[in-house]
């Protein structure tokens, strides 16, 4: 069997238009033009790269960018009063506080400090419980997107049996409710699961975001199975540059599985992606506007 290829590449790409679609719609019937802001502390170098490629795609969106770049040493004092200054602007729709945060800030402070409307991130406690208890929520951009990627391979997941390996905030946790919201069946799976493989065995579909190289091998995977793999990780090659790898031995599973995202370009290219849709659906809630087709 050779796996079907998820392309995040292209699906994102979908995504985002269906998004620049949305944006001139609520700019020519509303005078709606939704604004994003993200803040960079330091000059951490995959961040400043990260967050280049966000403002780039909310501006080629039609959307507004807001970009703040602050020194390494900014005290916390000052991030919060950022934050507060964002939360108070009605062009901004979104804010976004790039993590990590240097060590003399508290991330979480901070990210408790967003407006839970303005919340893209879908990361502070509001969100988090409102996700939890089922009701409309900013929800985290990679679950998001890891959903989206799904349901590019089966049209429903009511039914299956999803198993999510790994248990972060930031991923782990967010999916279990997305995946229910569905009507599938979800376990969850984490480093010290007993029989770890033999449970992977039982998914239909199978969402790796442990943070591991290649940790879920080939003979994990039931056949015909569509894995999603959420991991990014770089490891030492002869040369030196390194290369990336996902959490899933790709070559091993894509010979056992009916679809599976690759590492890169698979998950990677949906979270910006979403990102724009969170910054959309926050303008139209918080404009009083209906849920926006996106």
Same mark, same amino acid.
């Given at each position: 069997?050779?796996? !079907?290829?998820?392309?995040?590449?292209?699906?994102?790409?979908?995504? !985002?238009?269906?998004?620049?679609?949305? @944006?001139? !719609?609520?700019?020519?019937?509303?005078?709606?033009?939704?604004?994003?802001? @993200?803040?960079?502390?330091? $000059? =951490?170098?995959?961040?400043?790269?990260?967050?280049?490629?966000?403002?780039?795609?909310?501006? #080629?969106?039609?959307?507004?960018?807001?970009?703040?770049?602050?020194?390494? =040493?900014?005290? #916390?004092?000052?991030?919060?009063?950022? @934050? /507060?200054?964002?939360?108070?602007?009605?062009?901004?729709?979104?804010?976004?506080? +790039?993590?990590?945060?240097?060590? +003399?800030?508290?991330?979480?402070?901070?990210?408790?400090?967003?407006?839970?409307?303005?919340?893209?991130?879908?990361?502070?406690?509001?969100?988090?419980?409102?996700?939890?208890?089922?009701?409309?929520?900013?929800?985290?951009?990679?679950?998001?997107?890891?959903?989206?990627?799904?349901?590019?391979?089966?049209?429903?997941? $009511?039914?299956?049996?999803?198993?999510?390996?790994?248990?972060?905030?930031?991923?782990?946790?967010?999916?279990?409710?997305?995946?229910?919201? #569905?009507?599938?069946?979800?376990?969850?799976?984490?480093?010290?699961?007993?029989?770890?493989?033999?449970?992977? /065995?039982?998914?239909?579909?199978?969402?790796?975001?442990?943070? !591991?190289? #290649?940790?879920?091998?080939?003979?994990?995977?039931?056949?015909?199975?569509?894995?999603? =793999?959420?991991?990014?990780?770089?490891?030492?090659?002869? =040369?030196?540059?390194?290369?990336?790898?996902?959490?899933?031995?790709?070559?091993?599973?894509?010979?056992?599985?009916?679809?599976?995202?690759?590492?890169?370009?698979?998950?990677?290219?949906?979270?910006?992606?979403?990102?724009?849709?969170?910054?959309?659906?926050?303008?139209?809630?918080?404009?009083?506007?209906?849920?926006?087709?996106?």
């Amino acid at each position: 069997m050779t796996a !079907r290829i998820i392309d995040g590449k292209a699906i994102s790409a979908q995504v !985002r238009a269906s998004v620049a679609a949305e @944006v001139q !719609r609520l700019e020519r019937e509303h005078g709606l033009k939704p604004g994003l802001a @993200v803040v960079l502390v330091g $000059e =951490d170098p995959a961040s400043a790269v990260y967050v280049r490629s966000k403002g780039k795609q909310t501006v #080629e969106a039609g959307m507004n960018s807001f970009e703040h770049k602050l020194p390494a =040493d900014t005290p #916390e004092s000052d991030v919060l009063a950022l @934050v /507060q200054k964002l939360n108070a602007d009605p062009a901004v729709h979104g804010i976004l506080v +790039q993590l990590p945060l240097p060590k +003399q800030i508290d991330s979480q402070k901070v990210l408790n400090s967003i407006d839970p409307a303005k919340d893209v991130d879908g990361f502070h406690p509001v969100n988090v419980g409102r996700l939890a208890t089922g009701l409309p929520a900013l929800t985290p951009c990679t679950p998001l997107g890891c959903i989206i990627l799904a349901k590019t391979v089966h049209t429903s997941l $009511e039914g299956m049996n999803a198993v999510i390996v790994g248990r972060s905030n930031i991923v782990g946790k967010p999916l279990i409710q997305l995946l229910l919201n #569905e009507n599938a069946t979800v376990t969850v799976a984490h480093s010290k699961t007993r029989d770890l493989p033999e449970v992977c /065995q039982k998914a239909d579909l199978l969402l790796a975001a442990v943070g !591991r190289p #290649e940790m879920v091998r080939g003979g994990w995977v039931k056949p015909g199975a569509t894995v999603i =793999d959420v991991g990014i990780n770089r490891v030492p090659t002869p =040369d030196g540059k390194g290369r990336i790898v996902g959490d899933v031995a790709y070559a091993e599973a894509a010979g056992v599985a009916g679809a599976i995202t690759p590492a890169p370009g698979g998950v990677g290219p949906m979270t910006i992606a979403c990102l724009l849709v969170n910054t959309v659906r926050a303008a139209c809630a918080i404009k009083g506007l209906p849920k926006p087709a996106v």
